[in-house]
């Protein structure tokens, strides 16, 4: 190859790498211009939430969902996401929002869904960490009242439900139905036809909706939805990371694992405490095995309890007068 012949091909693969990189970098501001429209806060050190170093490549995330519909602001959904990259799946853990639980902020013994009403994010966590010997640091919060806007970005979610349920939203008897914005808020609140229980799984089936329905869209229609989305978002996950997830999401199995805290539901409760004046506490009748059956379901791998989580189901058990 003559010496002109090899500097043309230089101009032309330097052109070709230049252009590479200008996509690329252009790409990567318009995703951080999206993800930049979440209310965004600083990531906490693991001291600041009582966070547990573990064993395992996975990545907890508490997702709180807050209702302040009547004046306050407590945690009426508590999940944990968790991306395992060792097993390549993904565990979604709904933890009851009444559970006896120690609050390392206040020094004193509570439920959990006050730890939010108290200290916000910071608190959640560090309950969260403290009685669960986890680890998490990052978090994505959302309000119900914006649950209204979300699921009329996305058109409406199809949800099935009982007569009872139905009833409740003076739409007729059991079955499928389209629900826009404002039903499928009033149908995650019910809650005096059954138990909490029902009330939380009626919550995760409009996660699931919404869920399902992002996961129908096209690439540019999930460009659409997330932009419209984001502004309803708090969150401390960096934009690097939301990427580094997002990009490993796609080798990861995409079947969610749903688990519940605790795991037998009511038949899982010792006591039921009023404290404070506001009630229900819920005691388990094993606290700590209830801890270890979660570890097991996130990491699949040998755990041992704290004394941490030992001293809570002890303390609780004698709240409770047992």
């Known amino acids: ?84 990259f060792d097993t390549k799946k993904i565990s979604i853990t709904s933890v009851q929002r009444d559970n006896l639980v120690y609050q390392p902020m206040e020094e004193r013994y509570e439920k959990l869904n006050h730890a939010y009403w108290y200290d916000g994010a910071q608190g959640t966590l560090s309950s969260l960490n403290y009685n669960f010997d986890l680890d998490i640091t990052q978090y994505v919060k959302f309000d119900f009242n914006s649950v209204v806007n979300i699921v009329d970005i996305l058109g409406g979610v199809d949800i099935t439900m009982t007569d009872a349920e139905a009833a409740q939203l003076g ?59 984001m502004p309803y978002i708090e969150t401390n996950v960096s934009n690097g990371s939301f990427k580094n997830y997002a990009t490993s999401y796609l080798t990861f199995d995409k079947s969610l694992n749903q688990y519940q805290f605790p795991s037998g539901g009511y038949s899982s409760i010792l006591a039921s405490l009023s404290l404070y004046g506001y009630g229900p506490h819920y005691v388990l009748n094993d606290f700590a095995g209830e801890v270890k059956l979660m570890h097991d379901n996130i990491y699949g791998g040998d755990y041992t309890v704290s004394e941490n989580v030992l001293k809570v189901d002890r303390e609780t058990k004698e709240m409770a007068g047992y």
């Open 1 to 84: 190859m003559s010496k002109k012949a090899k500097k043309r091909l230089i101009i032309v693969l330097s052109s070709i790498l230049a252009l590479i990189l200008v996509v690329f970098v252009a790409g990567n501001l318009y995703i951080d211009s999206i993800l930049n429209k979440m209310n965004k806060t600083d990531e906490f050190e693991a001291s600041e939430v009582n966070a547990t170093e573990l064993d395992g490549d996975v990545v907890n995330i508490a997702l709180i969902g807050i209702d302040e519909s009547d004046g306050t602001a407590r945690s009426d959904v508590v999940k944990i996401i968790s991306l395992n």
């Open 171 to 229: 739409i007729g008897g059991g079955g499928t139905y389209h629900l826009n914005g404002e039903e499928a808020l009033a149908y995650s609140r019910i809650r005096k036809i059954d138990s909490d229980y029902e009330r939380m799984q009626r919550q995760n089936n409009v996660i699931d909706a919404l869920l399902a329905k992002v996961g129908d869209q096209s690439a540019t229609g999930l460009l659409s939805v997330v932009n419209d989305v």
